[in-house]
């Protein structure tokens, strides 16, 4: 983050704090911090918008930089991608794409255009204590969210799932950005996740109980109608109840993900399969999956996100409960051969972080060191990077809208300054990032 910008937030917390201090409501307070933050959130890219001329959408041609579209096929080098308005118009070699005498033309020769990342397990509104769990607000955690947004766009990551939030911070996020209140990335919330009286998640702010199918089926729907378009259920659940979800969102068009296995000890590792049966289409998290599940997986489709940096960070602090470590067999050992096994069996496997708590400063690069542990076990990059984006894409169910540098798809980009099937090593510090056909200059 620049400089000026850290000064604004910095000055935007005294003007809080004297407002505060001279009683004033908190609302204004509020307004005058979402303003400061706005505007550090504005003024740190330079942005660049074409203009659109007699009401056409603006031309963009990026020129000569080696394209990895993000399919898993061999880059390009000299490539050229047209962009018009919000998509990309035509992609191919130089020489073979016509380029448009009134586009506003970039130069990316000797530069690697990749398309944006996408974080596919995030729970943005997370608190980073427990502390700030007892006094914490929507309107912080609107903020909140978008410190991380804004966070992210700069890193080139242009898309994420939230798999649990605080409802209404997610909700303002939406339509602010609708009404163009705010410019960031793309978000694709589930608003709460669905579990049962005390299952994992009760008690979170981003979570609500339900019990029994039918109250599964209203929870869905009420996320359908706050607007909503996945789910995400966590155990534990009968197969009913997850069966109810299931069809519920089929019904309505939502797209369904299940967080896989345990996480206490009062959850059995039966719930996996139990969400499989259910016709979930993705599974988060690698715990305690037999080969049975797993094939299940392979056969139907069903997708992973493995999370596999924050459990690290979790065994590393000794953080995950000991009955799970002891009894269970939790380790890394757990999640790297069951993602071995994944990858053997060709699920498709998607990038999420799912940093929460005091595990939230380990954005952004957590989702750079995730990649690079998947090809610790043994991707290449290039599939990494597919994982990055074209999976992403999948997982969401917007394969065809998103993900990968192809005629019709979002023009959602990031420009590097060195090759990223070398190393990744410099993921994370794109020298411009576009974003709905718009170009922000870092
Ligand atoms: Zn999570």
Redesign the pocket.
Known sequence: MKISSELKIFSGRKIIKRLAGTGRVGIIALAVSCFLFLSALFLSARTDKPQEKSGKPALVAVLGATIIDGTGREPLPDGVIIIEGDKIKEVGPAGKVKIPKEAHKIDASGKWILPGFIDC?I?LTSETSDLEYYRDSNSLATLRALQLMNMYLRCGVTAVRD??SHLEAIRAILQAQKKGYIDSIRIYPCGY?ITITGGHGYGMHGSMAADGPWEWRKAVRQMYASGFKHIKISPQFTLEEARAAVEEARMLGLHITA?GGGFSDTIPPTMTKVAIQAGVECI?HLNEMDDETLDMMAEKGVYNVP?LMTYYASYQRDDINRFLIEKRGWSMAMHETLFKKAYARKIVMGIGT?A?GEYREMYPQIYFDEMKYFQRLGMSPMEVIVCATGNGARILGLENELGTIEPGKAADLQILKSDPLKSFDNLGNPETVILRGKIYKF
């Open positions: 397990h729970h798999v649990g996740l967080h988060e999370t799912d929460n």
